[in-house]
């Protein structure tokens, strides 16, 4: 077994080791969503929390780890009537972003289910997680499928495998941790909202704290076993205290001022449903614990409204999660109840300045990292762009709105989405093949059809049916997939006249939030002046490109052709990238090519054929306005065998006939 890093050598980053060391000592907690950058160690950390935790009683040679004291009545290898007990580590069991499902959730042999009548059971993910951690790292990325089977077994508490009307049924209680860079996507508000905390991470801006935490890694790279050894009593004292605040959570007083404070803070930010009122009276009772205290504070429901409150509150993906700290208190102030003992001059073992249960201290193991004195705050990006005379500032964009669904016609096989039609895992049930494989979709008509004539070959006499493998068959289902959605926008200073920019900024926004919706990869090509560029590569985050859309100014010509050339540029990438990601091509513009050459007309012309001829699905927006209209959008959305639609035909209630007449137009230019 691999040596893990030390949890106690973990510079600074307060918040995400409070967070998890709040669920040690509490599991009831909820688990903790770890948001950040990429490199600022967050797996790190994860990783080493589970060396800390107590270790865990289990039914000896149960696969499922019911406990002694109040076994599963239906554990699959149960019943487990005066079974002897173990006690095992625990457990932190990562589940990979491409796991299937049988490897989540376990396997049924569904052969030897219909041949022999027997439960043949493999047990998958969840299983090994019962009792201790399942770990997700990027959990943005996770498969549509495979959150819903994490939020039902987060949400019964056990996990349920069916086949063909055979079942099987096993508890699943876990802890579930998940990091993510927001830069990829964000996660559907369901599974957010599973999360009891979440805490964001950044590499700190101090140049000390930087140096302490290259100098450990490299001593933990060169000899791992050593650089635990040293950290080792340190580890000793954390595990003691964790198992200390276990035994005192019971012993804590929630009082009713307490929680008084709770309910109002949870109603001023007018967070959904109840789930984080309870979420927050756990933390601040695992805060009191870990403080040393019998009694929770104003302060423990403060530190537990920052942990459990920012994800909470975002009402489109496009919200920064945050919380108001004035707000929350002159909330607590406003519901604060008698002396609740704050000014206490002994905060308590470990308690840290920013108030709660703190965090273990930096200055007291070996090579202690100096403490930071500045904010790990990154400065905001400044708005990009080519430059150019006539550039204007850029507009804010007009509120956004619910748009009609737009398609990429045929069937494709890409990844599970919500957008055009595809074969998926999941979906409805369209026909049936030979497995190729291992068999995870049995589609019993079809295979009763094909065993069926060999029944008097095979020697059957009883009821039973004799299924050989040869007889078995995959069902074939077809579902949505998400596609790629390559915005290619239009910043001219045309498009600045008459104030449209922020209408089309509009548009572009709510096309994004439909993108967010229905699971697809987003770009944003940019053209204006003399250039085109590409203000954000193929991403999962949304949020990434409306913060780009946003900083967007406009001025200059309009080199169309040039617009339409870069954006086959990165559809040609991204094909070699994931070639089963099919394309839908925006293009929003009014039609005007006013620069890229000597006949800019004709090089937008043959720039939108080149995209025909790959058959790019594509839509053009067209944002020409006022009493005289040319049509050029239309005419380019001929040139790309696409359609066109005007910014208020993009509304929902609106173009009923859209998606018809892209599926419509792009069969006729592939008949011809």
Same mark, same amino acid.
């Given at each position: 077994?691999?040596?893990?890093?030390?949890?106690?050598?973990?510079?600074?980053? *307060?918040? =995400?080791?409070? $967070?998890?060391?709040?669920?040690?000592?509490?599991?009831?907690?909820? !688990? %903790?969503? #770890? /948001?950040?950058?990429?490199?600022?160690?967050?797996?790190?950390?994860?990783?080493?929390?589970?060396?800390?935790?107590?270790?865990?009683?289990?039914?000896?040679?149960?696969?499922?780890?019911?406990?002694?004291?109040?076994?599963?009545?239906?554990?699959?290898?149960?019943?487990?009537?005066?079974?002897?007990?173990?006690?095992?580590?625990?457990?932190?069991?990562?589940?990979?972003?491409?796991?299937?499902?049988?490897?989540?959730?376990?396997?049924?042999?569904?052969?030897?289910?219909?041949?022999?009548?027997?439960?043949?059971?493999?047990?998958?993910?969840?299983?090994?997680?019962?009792?201790?951690?399942?770990?997700?790292?990027?959990?943005?990325?996770?498969?549509?499928?495979?959150? *819903?089977? =994490?939020?039902? $077994?987060?949400?019964?508490?056990?996990?349920?495998?069916?086949?063909? !009307? %055979?079942? #099987? /049924?096993?508890?699943?209680?876990?802890?579930?941790?998940?990091?993510?860079?927001?830069?990829?996507?964000?996660?559907?508000?369901?599974?957010?909202?599973?999360?009891?905390?979440?805490?964001?991470?950044?590499?700190?801006?101090?140049?000390?704290?930087?140096?302490?935490?290259?100098?450990?890694?490299?001593?933990?790279?060169?000899?791992?076993?050593?650089?635990?050894?040293?950290?080792?009593?340190?580890?000793?004292?954390?595990?003691?205290?964790?198992?200390?605040?276990?035994?005192?959570?019971?012993?804590?007083?929630?009082?009713?001022?307490?929680?008084?404070?709770?309910?109002?803070?949870?109603?001023?930010?007018?967070?959904?449903?109840?789930?984080?009122?309870?979420?927050?009276?756990?933390?601040?009772?695992?805060?009191?614990?870990?403080?040393?205290?019998?009694?929770?504070?104003?302060?423990?429901?403060?530190?537990?409204?920052?942990?459990?409150?920012?994800?909470?509150?975002?009402?489109?993906?496009?919200?920064?999660?945050?919380?108001?700290?004035?707000?929350?208190?002159?909330?607590?102030?406003?519901?604060?109840?008698?002396?609740?003992?704050?000014?206490?001059?002994?905060?308590?073992?470990?308690?840290?300045?920013?108030?709660?249960?703190?965090?273990?201290?930096?200055?007291?193991?070996?090579?202690?990292?100096?403490?930071?004195?500045?904010?790990?705050?990154?400065?905001?990006?400044?708005?990009?762009?080519?430059?150019?005379?006539?550039?204007?500032?850029?507009?804010?964009?007009?509120?956004?709105?619910?748009?009609?669904?737009?398609?990429?016609?045929?069937?494709?096989?890409?990844?599970?989405?919500?957008?055009?039609?595809?074969?998926?895992?999941?979906?409805?049930?369209?026909?049936?093949?030979?497995?190729?494989?291992?068999?995870?979709?049995?589609?019993?008509?079809?295979?009763?059809?094909?065993?069926?004539?060999?029944?008097?070959?095979?020697?059957?006499?009883?009821?039973?049916?004799?299924?050989?493998?040869?007889?078995?068959?995959?069902?074939?289902?077809?579902?949505?997939?998400?596609?790629?959605?390559?915005?290619?926008?239009?910043?001219?200073?045309?498009?600045?006249?008459?104030?449209?920019?922020?209408?089309?900024?509009?548009?572009?926004?709510?096309?994004?939030?439909?993108?967010?919706?229905?699971?697809?990869?987003?770009?944003?090509?940019?053209?204006?002046?003399?250039?085109?560029?590409?203000?954000?590569?193929?991403?999962?985050?949304?949020?990434?490109?409306?913060?780009?859309?946003?900083?967007?100014?406009?001025?200059?010509?309009?080199?169309?052709?040039?617009?339409?050339?870069?954006?086959?540029?990165?559809?040609?990438?991204?094909?070699?990238?994931?070639?089963?990601?099919?394309?839908?091509?925006?293009?929003?513009?009014?039609?005007?090519?006013?620069?890229?050459?000597?006949?800019?007309?004709?090089?937008?012309?043959?720039?939108?054929?080149?995209?025909?001829?790959?058959?790019?699905?594509?839509?053009?927006?067209?944002?020409?306005?006022?009493?005289?209209?040319?049509?050029?959008?239309?005419?380019?959305?001929?040139?790309?065998?696409?359609?066109?639609?005007?910014?208020?035909?993009?509304?929902?209630?609106?173009?009923?006939?859209?998606?018809?007449?892209?599926?419509?137009?792009?069969?006729?230019?592939?008949?011809?």
């Amino acid at each position: 077994m691999s040596t893990r890093y030390p949890f106690t050598a973990v510079v600074g980053m *307060d918040d =995400l080791r409070l $967070a998890l060391l709040l669920n040690a000592v509490s599991p009831a907690v909820g !688990g %903790v969503l #770890v /948001r950040g950058e990429k490199g600022t160690a967050k797996s790190t950390a994860v990783r080493a929390l589970a060396d800390l935790l107590p270790g865990v009683p289990v039914v000896a040679g149960c696969r499922f780890s019911c406990d002694p004291a109040s076994p599963d009545t239906g554990c699959p290898d149960g019943p487990h009537e005066a079974a002897p007990a173990d006690t095992r580590p625990a457990r932190m069991v990562e589940l990979p972003v491409g796991a299937s499902e049988d490897r989540l959730v376990g396997a049924l042999d569904i052969e030897r289910a219909l041949a022999e009548g027997v439960k043949a059971f493999e047990p998958g993910l969840l299983a090994d997680a019962h009792r201790g951690i399942l770990y997700v790292d990027e959990v943005n990325l996770l498969h549509d499928h495979l959150i *819903d089977l =994490l939020l039902d $077994a987060a949400a019964m508490g056990s996990s349920y495998v069916e086949r063909e !009307g %055979v079942s #099987v /049924r096993h508890a699943a209680r876990f802890l579930l941790v998940g990091t993510m860079n927001p830069e990829e996507g964000e996660l559907r508000p369901q599974l957010l909202d599973r999360f009891g905390l979440t805490v964001e991470v950044a590499a700190s801006r101090e140049p000390e704290q930087r140096v302490e935490v290259v100098r450990r890694r490299l001593a933990f790279d060169d000899d791992p076993a050593a650089f635990a050894a040293r950290w080792a009593d340190e580890e000793t004292a954390l595990r003691d205290r964790i198992v200390a605040a276990r035994a005192l959570v019971p012993q804590v007083v929630l009082g009713d001022a307490a929680l008084l404070q709770i309910a109002a803070t949870c109603a001023a930010f007018e967070v959904d449903g109840m789930r984080a009122d309870i979420v927050m009276a756990r933390t601040a009772t695992a805060l009191a614990a870990w403080a040393g205290r019998t009694e929770v504070t104003s302060e423990d429901v403060r530190q537990a409204a920052l942990l459990a409150l920012p994800h909470r509150r975002r009402r489109n993906p496009f919200d920064a999660p945050g919380l108001d700290e004035d707000k929350l208190d002159e909330t607590l102030e406003q519901f604060k109840g008698g002396d609740e003992g704050d000014d206490d001059p002994d905060p308590g073992p470990g308690k840290g300045p920013g108030g709660g249960g703190g965090v273990p201290p930096q200055g007291e193991g070996p090579d202690a990292a100096p403490e930071s004195a500045g904010s790990d705050e990154a400065p905001a990006p400044a708005p990009q762009g080519p430059g150019g005379a006539g550039e204007r500032a850029a507009v804010k964009a007009a509120e956004p709105f619910r748009t009609k669904m737009l398609s990429v016609p045929g069937l494709g096989e890409g990844a599970a989405g919500r957008r055009s039609r595809a074969r998926t895992e999941h979906g409805r049930t369209t026909g049936s093949v030979r497995p190729r494989g291992a068999l995870t979709k049995l589609h019993l008509a079809a295979t009763v059809h094909a065993a069926a004539p060999h029944q008097k070959a095979r020697g059957r006499t009883g009821p039973g049916l004799v299924v050989r493998r040869d007889d078995l068959r995959q069902a074939t289902r077809e579902g949505r997939e998400g596609n790629l959605v390559l915005f290619a926008v239009d910043a001219s200073g045309s498009m600045a006249a008459r104030q449209r920019m922020s209408a089309v900024k509009g548009a572009v926004l709510s096309l994004l939030l439909d993108a967010y919706q229905r699971r697809d990869k987003v770009g944003l090509v940019t053209f204006r002046g003399r250039d085109a560029e590409v203000a954000l590569p193929p991403t999962s985050s949304v949020d990434a490109a409306a913060a780009r859309l946003e900083q967007l100014p406009t001025g200059g010509r309009t080199p169309l052709s040039a617009g339409l050339l870069k954006a086959h540029d990165v559809l040609r990438v991204e094909r070699l990238r994931d070639p089963s990601r099919r394309p839908l091509l925006v293009v929003v513009t009014d039609g005007r090519a006013t620069g890229g050459g000597a006949d800019p007309v004709a090089l937008a012309a043959r720039a939108a054929r080149l995209h025909a001829s790959e058959g790019t699905a594509a839509v053009v927006v067209d944002c020409e306005t006022g009493p005289v209209r040319l049509g050029l959008a239309g005419d380019l959305a001929r040139e790309l065998g696409g359609t066109a639609v005007t910014l208020d035909e993009l509304r929902a209630d609106s173009i009923a006939g859209l998606v018809r007449d892209v599926q419509a137009e792009h069969a006729t230019r592939r008949a011809a």
